[in-house]
């Protein structure tokens, strides 16, 4: 498995020479990398944004690898920057303490951020612990049912005006989340998949329900007023779509269920 990922990312890095060696626009840069660093805007305990092997260390993420492959062809050095979660990024972003991350282009995220074209789809579901009766996503909605989702989280956003009944904890974090499912606490936990198959792994004999009640589109965002870099942005996001690193690093990264978006 070591030798598999590592041959992973050595072809993520070829890629990446090639995007490097196009001459970049100084104006672009420096509305990407004000600092002279591109800063990744990161959290821990998702695949699609970083995670780290329990065994060999290895840092890994889709926001991981595709923001070294960015700051490859910015030709800047690549600094993460972690926050404890999703909302917390958009407000990193938006306070000049990041300068890019990879995310669902919400509508509510589209005020602050402006976007690449989505890169990657993954639909939005349940994970119940051991024991649930639950078995299908729309069965979820009862009273008496607690649901938890990460505060500020899209799948907050998307439930709270969705659902009638059920009642909804907010969890700080995605390792609280677990916590809380583990404990009983919640019936379910809401929010994508690839981030549910990584929570049920820790949490035995927990299952993903069938079904969803939403769709994320990942994509790469900046900070609104950058506009000298978006172009620029948009090409690179074109280019490790159709060359193939968007995928090298849904790979390396062990995410599940996502989908090319349409």
């Not at 602050?112 to 069965?139: M, N, T, W, Y």
Request: hydrophobic share 45%; net charge positive; glycine share 10%.
């Amino acid at each position: 498995m070591a030798l598999f990922t590592r041959g992973i990312l050595l072809s993520v890095l070829i890629g990446l020479a090639g995007c490097a060696s196009a001459p970049v626009d100084p104006a672009a840069r420096q509305a990407l990398a004000p600092t002279g660093k591109l800063r990744v805007a990161v959290y821990p305990g998702s695949p699609t944004s970083m995670i780290k092997d329990a065994k060999s260390g290895e840092t890994r993420g889709v926001t991981w690898d595709l923001g070294r492959a960015l700051a490859a062809s910015l030709g800047v050095p690549f600094e993460p920057v972690e926050f404890a979660r999703p909302a917390e990024i958009v407000e990193g972003l938006k306070a000049g303490k990041a300068d890019v991350t990879f995310t669902n282009a919400s509508p509510a995220r589209a005020r602050d951020l402006d976007f690449s074209r989505a890169l990657v789809s993954i639909e939005q579901g349940f994970l119940v612990p051991a024991g649930s009766k639950l078995a299908k996503a729309d069965e979820v909605d009862r009273p008496g049912v607690r649901v938890g989702v990460t505060a500020g989280s899209t799948s907050e956003g998307l439930l709270s005006r969705q659902v009638k009944h059920l009642t909804l904890v907010r969890a700080r974090n995605v390792q609280e989340a677990a916590s809380l499912l583990s404990s009983g606490s919640i019936e379910a936990f809401a929010t994508n998949k690839a981030i549910l198959a990584e929570l049920s792994d820790r949490v035995p004999g927990s299952r993903i329900l069938e079904g969803r009640f939403g769709v994320e589109n990942q994509a790469l965002g900046i900070p609104k007023g950058r506009d000298a870099g978006l172009p620029f942005l948009r090409r690179f996001a074109e280019h490790a779509l159709a060359d193939g690193t968007v995928q090298k690093a849904v790979e390396r990264a062990g995410v599940r269920g996502t989908s090319k978006p349409d």
